[in-house]
């Protein structure tokens, strides 16, 4: 279980129940075409999963790490109300 520190959507940190693990993302691009984060181990300085919404912020891809292809959101989620 990971506990989210602030509850900012422009960025924040959790870290699990344990104090093991820490993770953060950060709003990285927000336009009419698309909104960014880029998620990161808090040990690291570079992102290991970025999140890339799509226009109305409809499920875009996810990238799991440099090198590796895209992966559609949808695949694995469902956009729940307003639809």
């Given amino acids: 279980m990971l506990e989210d ?3 900012l959507l422009t960025g ?3 870290t699990d129940l344990e104090g093991r693990m820490r993770l953060s993302y950060r ?3 927000h336009n009419a ?3 960014a984060y880029m998620i990161y181990y808090a040990a690291e300085s570079s ?3 970025a999140l890339d919404f799509f226009r109305n912020n409809t499920l875009g891809n996810i990238t799991l790490s440099l090198g590796h292809p895209p992966i559609p959101m949808q695949k694995y989620l469902e956009k729940v109300g307003n639809k």
Avoid: D, M, N, Q
Wanted: net charge neutral.
């Fill in 33 to 35: 075409a698309h909104t």
């Fill in 5 to 7: 520190k602030t509850g």
């Fill in 27 to 29: 709003l990285s691009a």
């Fill in 12 to 14: 924040s940190e959790f």
């Fill in 47 to 49: 992102p290991v999963i």
